[in-house]
């Protein structure tokens, strides 16, 4: 009888040693691939760490380009203007030259050029009406409602620089910076005579 319960007590141990054999193999496993799973998030991290420091200095090079190539500020108003006048049909090589012929503007005060010219009265202006200056280059047009107007409140000023849009002056006397090219010229329109303006326009000789 006392062999039967050692020989059952082998057994339960054999068995119970087997099983904790089993379970240690199991968890040894299941370490392994823990570490295994855990090497490879290690090196997924690391290899994403990489990606996004190397999407940062792409970024950042982006941005100083964007910086360099793209106007701001008075360079973007130029670079509109420039794209606004090839939009309206001038052609590309004419605006390039231009900003090739551009440099310091040269204030002109020399003796002034002076013309007298009739004042169209009426709601029409006639298409003669006015005077032209420097070869046609510079053209004024004064007109008032009524000859009993008071020129000095009523008078319409009108000044018409070639390749410019006009510019429209209210009232005498008046003063206006012409720039053509690199050149800087005063115009002033006065009225001296009943009826008739006066335009004077310095020039860049003595």
């Known amino acids: 009888m006392l062999a039967i319960f050692v020989g059952l007590g082998f057994y339960a141990y054999q ?54 190539d793209v106007p701001t500020g008075d360079a973007a108003a130029l670079f509109a203007l420039a794209q606004a006048r090839i939009a309206a049909g001038v052609p590309r090589e004419r605006v390039a030259q231009l900003l090739r012929d551009a440099g310091p503007v040269q204030q002109c005060t020399g003796r002034a050029a002076t ?17 032209d200056l420097l070869d046609g280059l510079v053209r004024v047009v004064m007109s008032a409602p009524n000859q009993t107007d008071d020129l000095a409140r009523a008078a319409s000023v009108v000044i018409t620089v070639a390749g410019q849009d006009p510019v429209t002056l209210t009232g005498l ?24 303006g006066t335009a004077a326009i310095s020039t860049c000789g003595g």
């Open 173 to 196: 006397p008046q003063q206006h910076k012409v720039v053509l090219g690199n050149a800087e010229l005063t115009l002033n329109v006065t009225s001296e005579l009943r009826g008739f």
């Open 15 to 68: 068995s119970g040693l087997d099983l904790a054999r089993a379970e240690v193999t199991v968890l040894e496993q299941r370490l392994e691939t823990q570490g295994t799973d855990m090497r490879a998030t290690y090196a997924r991290n690391t290899q994403l760490d990489g990606e996004l420091r190397q999407a940062r200095a792409d970024m950042a090079a982006l941005q100083r380009r964007y910086e360099r």
């Open 115 to 131: 013309r007298r010219f009739a004042v169209a009265y009426g709601p029409r202006v006639p298409d003669n009406a006015g005077i």
